[in-house]
């Protein structure tokens, strides 16, 4: 006479939530921008505790000052110039033959100085010593110095040796 019904507890379909998390997180993910970090491309030299510092003796002659104030503003040598002019002087101090492998660029910045300066005058260097390779590699091998083998692109890295040593007050 009197049935005792059940009572049933309502659920929720949740079978496609898994499904929609997903594609909203490879949606943001798609969506989003990543800020890159800029960088310099530095190689250090192994370090090895048995061998003793070297010491050099080095001429003022071969040696290039390039200064960044705190007004982002490039002196080299003690003599203002811009950011435009600063490959061209920097190629023509290494490209000299008597300095080409006993040179040294010092560089000295502020430290109101922005990065952004920083490393503008910094990749306008390593232009410089792109551009005189480059010039190296189409005279000796006739060929741009990407095609070159590895074993011409360290000759051409050797015969223009990066030396860039940052300096602090």
Do not use: W
């Amino acid at each position: 006479m009197f049935k005792h019904s059940s009572h049933k507890i309502p659920s929720l379909n949740t079978t496609s939530t898994a499904d929609i998390s997903f594609m909203l997180l490879i949606f943001f993910l798609v969506t989003t921008s990543m800020d890159r970090d800029q960088g310099l491309k530095r190689q250090l030299p192994p370090m090895d505790d048995n061998k003793q510092e070297q010491l050099m003796d080095v001429s003022r002659d071969n040696v290039m000052q390039l200064r960044l104030d705190a007004q982002n503003r490039i002196y080299a040598d003690d003599s203002l110039i811009g950011i435009d002019r600063l490959r061209a002087k920097v190629a023509a101090f290494v490209g000299q033959e008597q300095r080409r492998t006993m040179h040294i660029l010092q560089v000295k910045t502020d430290s109101l100085a922005t990065y952004d300066a920083y490393f503008r005058m910094q990749n306008e260097i390593v232009a410089a010593y792109a551009q005189l390779r480059e010039q190296r590699a189409r005279k000796v091998y006739g060929r741009p110095m990407r095609q070159c083998s590895e074993q011409q692109q360290e000759a051409l890295q050797k015969y223009y040796p990066q030396r860039v040593a940052e300096a602090y007050e």
